[in-house]
């Protein structure tokens, strides 16, 4: 127990630094990298949680394909420094003390029923592994997956058709 | 194995700044990388319940919780970089209008 402790503390502390890194940072690449850090260690707490296959697929998705489009973006605008406009000045201390509230209500549900959502200390073998997990894929929830992957397709004409208009519009107006 | 109260309390917490970082950065990008830790706070939820109850299906949600990130990050950074070449930045403040 004591050891399970202290490496979920571990974590806990390295997820909560990188996050807030990666909410304090002024330059956007920073941010990236420390969100990047976030995303692996999440995905040592699912291979804590025996759900070793979303592990790998939170490396490979998250922190391969989606942070590094997200560098991608960031180096094609230049990381640009954005100055402290102060539109709405009343903002930023009422969202502080919005989240303290929020974090607090929560914290006070957690306590008040201490032990009540323990989890069994062992699970049967195999317990999301690829092989279990594609099982329950394909047999219960074969209609939502395919409906993602018709997501996967608009998303991508999408993107295609957002940044190739301004091109046509160019062109347009060139001729 | 640690109760799923910690994993529940350390959720909260990453949601929590994630949604903070929606609310008081400016940069576009960055609110966006927000809005993935906010998703990945509730996929560490989903995960540490499939746990508790022994079920796969939170498991699968994440899993389909992911697909749907990363199509909402292709469209969403394709957007912002169609604002950022018509308006030269990508500073929300600056998006006021509907028309391009």
């Known amino acids: 127990m004591i050891p399970d402790l202290v490496l979920f503390f571990g974590l806990a502390g390295i997820a909560i630094a990188s996050a807030l890194g990666m909410l304090l940072s002024r330059n956007a690449i920073y941010s990236a990298i420390n969100l990047i850090i976030n995303f692996v260690t999440v995905a040592v707490f699912y291979l804590l949680l025996g759900a070793p296959f979303i592990a790998l697929a939170q490396i490979t998705v998250y922190a391969g394909a989606i942070m590094v489009l997200f560098l991608f973006v960031i180096m094609l605008l230049g990381a640009e420094r954005l100055r402290a406009s102060r539109t709405l000045a009343w903002q930023q201390p009422l969202a502080i003390l919005l989240s303290i509230i929020l974090v607090l209500e929560t914290a006070y549900i957690l306590i008040l029923r201490p032990g009540s959502l323990s989890p069994p200390t062992t699970?049967?073998?195999?317990?999301?592994?690829?092989?279990?997990?594609?099982?329950?894929?394909?047999?219960s929830y074969l209609l939502p997956f395919e409906i993602i992957s018709v997501l996967l397709l608009v998303a991508m004409i999408g993107a295609i058709v957002l940044t190739r208009r301004e091109r046509l519009g160019e062109k347009k107006e060139e001729g | 194995m640690v109760a799923t109260e910690y994993y529940l309390g350390l959720s909260v917490l990453l949601f929590v700044l994630g949604a903070l970082g929606v609310l008081i950065r400016r940069n576009a990008i960055i609110i966006?990388?927000?809005?993935?830790?906010?998703?990945?706070?509730a996929?560490?939820?989903?995960?540490?319940?499939?746990?508790?109850?022994?079920?796969?299906g939170g498991q699968i949600f994440v899993f389909f919780v992911m697909a749907v990130a990363a199509a909402e990050v292709a469209v969403g950074l394709a957007l912002i970089v169609t604002i950022f070449k018509t308006k030269q930045s990508i500073d929300i403040d600056q998006l006021n209008q509907l028309k391009g």
């Open chain 2, 32 to 41: 966006f990388m927000s809005v993935e830790l906010m998703l990945n706070a």
């Open chain 2, 43 to 56: 996929n560490l939820a989903f995960v540490a319940f499939a746990r508790m109850h022994q079920s796969l």
């Open chain 1, 123 to 139: 699970v049967s073998a195999g317990f999301g592994a690829p092989q279990a997990i594609g099982q329950t894929l394909f047999e």
